[in-house]
């Protein structure tokens, strides 16, 4: 089993930027990549980021690219999720997600390809 705990949702204007964790907990976390994904109201989950189990490779969904920047710290059992330049359609609940097995860009936009996931952190973004 792993844990996962969000942290640092909020309200932020547009243009802003907001700074989301992700705290692990229980099984070797550096053995997972780790996703982001957000789901806002009355629409599917959908993909934000994912990084590989080493923290050496990345991947964004495209509307993301240049906005938003993952990270981890395998020492502290963190990952991060940067996001600058909010804008109010970014407004969602954001989760974060482990998954064991290989980094394929085909299945990482799946939530479907995750195993554990947090209870997620409210982004707020107002016009």
């Known amino acids: 089993q792993v844990q996962l705990v969000e942290s640092g949702g909020g309200l932020v204007q547009a243009g802003g930027s907001l700074r989301l964790s992700c705290a692990a907990s229980?099984?070797?976390?550096?053995?997972?990549?780790m996703g982001w994904f957000r789901q806002a109201p009355g629409k599917e989950r959908e993909f934000v980021a994912a990084?590989?189990?080493?923290?050496?490779?990345?991947y964004f969904a495209d509307s993301m690219k240049g906005r938003f920047t993952i990270s981890r710290d395998n020492a502290k059992n963190t990952v991060s999720l940067q996001m600058n330049s909010l804008k109010p359609e970014d407004t969602a609940v954001y989760y974060c997600?482990?998954?064991?097995?290989?980094?394929?860009?085909?299945?990482?936009?799946?939530?479907?390809?995750?195993?554990?996931w947090g209870q997620g952190t409210q982004v707020t973004v107002s016009s």
């Open positions: 229980g099984r070797t976390f550096s053995n997972y990549a």
């Open positions: 997600a482990a998954r064991l097995g290989g980094f394929y860009r085909s299945t990482l936009s799946l939530p479907g390809a995750y195993a554990y």
């Open positions: 990084i590989s189990a080493s923290g050496g490779t990345t």
